[in-house]
């Protein structure tokens, strides 16, 4: 008499958020009954979209076990892969935020988030770029819906006066476009994004504010008296009480340089705002964005984010063990 073995099944209820030892595979993907690297009699197989069964039939019972996990491998190589939104896409940091994404297919379907016509054509055009206000809740409910994580990378941008004149040595003064100030773009914007989210069922969202939130005196606040940090630590809570899994990164001075080389520093409060590393590169926080997608150590945390010198320490490898230094929720 044959022998016969049961891989487990796992129900959608159960099922973790990353692949241990059995994945979900979708119904309309092929399964791998006929697959030449199995090649063996009286293989049966039946499956629904919340859970895979396998039953085996083979006298040997070595083999049995062998063709067990090349099958949970086959498996776990169709499982979904994270569907990622930027928003502020066309920003110089979204920008490399989508990206990084883009260049990690097998991970990753990214989407981006932009306010123009022109921002979008600047990024290459692409179907997966929405264009969208985020001050206009409905505008940007199509980009949200079915996406699994969000990237927020939304930011008032102060300008300069007219007629300001560099040769005189006088400081510029700056203001904000009419509709675009922090409180429209940093409060009331990312609020819209984060209830579209909620409603969405997104699992995860990562927020990108600035150091400088704990003291309301911050040169930054007086910049065309928009109050930036103030407006922008308000989404911040608005997020952490949301009950949405997030990361909020607290970015120090943000640098246009090559990224990947430099050790990363975590912090609280403004702490390494005292000290002489308080700048990052975009490129280094649009991967600390898109890592925190990937650890449960980057969940329900906020932190302030700054980098030591090209040369001083070692460059940053290991996010799980960076996020784990983290203890603060707000």
Not at 17 to 24: E, P, Q, V
Not at 42 to 50: I, V
Not at 67 to 91: D, E, H, P, Q
Request: hydrophobic share 35%; glycine share 10%.
């Amino acid at each position: 008499m044959g022998m016969a073995t049961r891989v487990p099944s796992v129900s959608a209820a159960t099922l973790p958020n990353h692949c241990n030892k059995f994945c979900r595979v979708a119904p309309s993907l092929p399964l791998p009954v006929y697959c030449s690297s199995l090649r063996l009699p009286s293989l049966s197989l039946s499956y629904s979209s919340s859970l895979v069964s396998l039953t085996l039939t083979r006298r040997n019972e070595e083999g049995v076990k062998r063709v067990g996990r090349r099958f949970s491998v086959v498996a776990m190589a169709a499982s979904k892969k994270s569907t990622v939104l930027v928003t502020g896409a066309g920003g110089r940091t979204g920008q490399i935020v989508y990206k990084k994404l883009k260049e990690r297919p097998d991970q990753y379907v990214a989407r981006g988030l932009v306010r123009t016509e022109e921002s979008k054509q600047n990024i290459g055009a692409a179907d997966d770029v929405f264009v969208g206000d985020i001050r206009d809740a409905g505008s940007i409910v199509p980009a949200i819906q079915g996406i699994d994580a969000l990237i927020i990378l939304t930011s008032a941008v102060p300008q300069i006066k007219p007629g300001f004149d560099p040769t005189t040595g006088q400081r510029p003064e700056f203001c904000f476009d009419d509709g675009a100030y922090p409180e429209q773009v940093d409060w009331i914007g990312q609020k819209n994004q984060i209830d579209a989210a909620k409603a969405a069922g997104v699992k995860h969202i990562v927020l990108v504010g600035s150091m400088g939130g704990t003291d309301l005196n911050n040169p930054l606040n007086s910049l065309g008296n928009g109050n930036i940090l103030v407006w922008k630590r308000k989404a911040e809570q608005y997020l952490a009480d949301s009950g949405i899994p997030y990361t909020i990164i607290r970015a120090g001075g943000l640098q246009d340089k090559e990224g990947g080389l430099r050790e990363l520093i975590v912090g609280k409060d403004d702490e390494l705002l005292k000290t002489e590393t308080r700048t990052i590169t975009r490129s280094d926080v649009a991967e600390v964005c898109i890592q925190a997608l990937n650890y449960e150590e980057a969940k329900f945390k906020a932190f302030d984010l700054a980098s030591k010198p090209e040369g001083a320490g070692s460059a940053t490898k290991d996010f799980q063990a960076l996020f784990s230094q983290i203890t603060t929720r707000f």
